[in-house]
T-cell receptor
Framework: GQQLNQSPQSMFIQEGEDVSMNCTSS?????WLWYKQDPGEGPVLLIA?????ELTSNGRLTAQFGITRKDSFLNISASIPSDVGIYFC????????????FGTGTKLQVIP | SAVISQKPSRDICQRGTSLTIQCQVD?????MFWYRQQPGQSLTLIAT?????????ESGFVIDKFPISRPNLTFSTLTVSNMSPEDSSIYLC???????????FGSGTRLTVV
C-alpha cells in the first residue's frame, strides 16, 4: 500500500535542542495525524490537523498542515530525554472509506 | 479516547500453526482496524473489521491468511493462519469513534514464529 515519505529517517540531538521533521505525499489528505511510538507500545496520537494551513500546538509540540494538503511538519522545542521514540505521520482521506496511511517514521534519539 | 486491551501481548509460535489475537475496547466504536508492523518498519493496514459482515482487506492481505471477526461494536479478533517466520511482526488493533476523536491504538501483539 501507499506510504508517506517522512524525513529525516533518524536523528540524534542534544537535550534542549529543537527538532523538525516532515512528511510528504503524492496524494492529498484532508486530515494529518502525528503519532509517537515507544518501544513495546502502540502509537500514541500527539496532534491531529484537519484544515490546510492549520497550525496546532500540544505543549512543546507544534504541527502544521501544509497548504497543498500533501505535506505536514512536526516541531519539538527544547527536547528532553523522554522525547526519544519513533514519530510517525499519518494521512487520512475520508472520502467515504476512512483509511489511515502511515509515514515511514523518524527515529529520534536525545543525548542528555 | 477509547481504551484498548489487546491479547496476547506477545507469543512465540511454531510454523504451520495459527494464533488468534483479541482486541477489546471499553466503549462502542465506529470502526476497528488491524495493522501489521514488521521489525523496524512502519504500520501497514491489513483490514477494516466490519461488524456483522466480512472484513475489508487491503491489497496483499487475504481472508484465508488473516480471518477477522467483529461480533459487536467493542470486540474483534484477528487470526494469523498457517504461520511462517515471515509473519513475525507486531500486530496492532486500532479504533476510531469518529474523525475528531482520532485513531487510538492498542499496545500490540508481538509475534515470533519459529
Amino acid at each position: 500500500g501507499q506510504q508517506l515519505n517522512q524525513s529525516p529517517q533518524s536523528m540524534f540531538i542534544q537535550e534542549g535542542e529543537d527538532v523538525s521533521m516532515n512528511c510528504t505525499s503524492s496524494s492529498i489528505f484532508n486530515t494529518w495525524l502525528w503519532y509517537k511510538q515507544d518501544p513495546g507500545e502502540g502509537p500514541v496520537l500527539l496532534i491531529a490537523l484537519y484544515k490546510a494551513g492549520e497550525l496546532t500546538s500540544n505543549g512543546r509540540l507544534t504541527a502544521q498542515f501544509g497548504i497543498t494538503r500533501k505535506d505536514s511538519f512536526l516541531n519539538i522545542s527544547a527536547s528532553i530525554p523522554s522525547d526519544v521514540g519513533i514519530y510517525f505521520c499519518a494521512g487520512l482521506y475520508s472520502g467515504g472509506y476512512q483509511k489511515v496511511t502511515f509515514g515511514t517514521g523518524t527515529k529520534l534519539q536525545v543525548i542528555p | 479516547s477509547a481504551v484498548i486491551s489487546q491479547k496476547p501481548s506477545r507469543d512465540i509460535c511454531q510454523r504451520g500453526t495459527s494464533l488468534t489475537i483479541q482486541c477489546q475496547v471499553d466503549s462502542q466504536v465506529t470502526m476497528m482496524f488491524w495493522y501489521r508492523q514488521q521489525p523496524g518498519q512502519s504500520l501497514t493496514l491489513i483490514a477494516t473489521a466490519n461488524q456483522g459482515s466480512e472484513a475489508t482487506y487491503e491489497s496483499g492481505f487475504v481472508i484465508d491468511k488473516f480471518p477477522i471477526s467483529r461480533p459487536n461494536l467493542t470486540f474483534s479478533t484477528l487470526t494469523v493462519s498457517n504461520m511462517s517466520p515471515e509473519d513475525s511482526s507486531i500486530y496492532l488493533c486500532s479504533v476510531t469513534q469518529g474523525l475528531t476523536y482520532g485513531y487510538t491504538f492498542g499496545s500490540g501483539t508481538r509475534l515470533t514464529v519459529v
